[in-house]
């Protein structure tokens, strides 16, 4: 059973990529269709603009809730590699108290947020800003459930593995 969970895991974790490589995909060929109206064609045209900021809002969130993985997370390596597997054990452990708690205790507001903003929409293109923040309502459940999840590998006694800078690569 645990192999076909991981191999499931896998194949949504790919297919994760794959919409964040087309959200990017989007946003560069609505730039580019941006520029050539405005400079070219002389005719500046803001849906553009608009379809822009929501993909990389989506891209941003999308991509740290379901496609970033715990080792390639922003944290002090100069501290989190001078120290031994215990204290990193420790470190992760309370990181993760802080941020499941923090989490969870903005996200009924945020639940509240999002649904009043069904009142409003976008200038452009009318696009209901539920959904347009309804990406952060994902992450957020994403944020706990990692959180969680490596807070309890750390309870069991596995420390995080020691980052090794020279190693270090752009994820592939």
Known sequence: MGERLRLIGGWLARRAENLLVLMLGAMFAVFIVQIIFRYLLNFPIGWTHEISVLLWLWMVLFGAAFVTRETEEIRFD???????????????????????VLYTISLPAMVDYVSFMKVERTAYLKIPFNWVYSIYLAFAVAAIARYLWLGFSALRGKAPEEFDPT??????
Not at 86 to 98: E, G, H, I, P, Q
Not at 167 to 172: D, E, L, P, R
Request: glycine share 14%.
């Open 167 to 172: 190693k270090a690569g752009s994820g592939v």
């Open 78 to 100: 100069i501290i989190y590699g001078a120290v031994g597997p215990r204290l990193r054990r420790t470190m992760s452990l309370v990181t993760a108290a802080v941020l499941v």
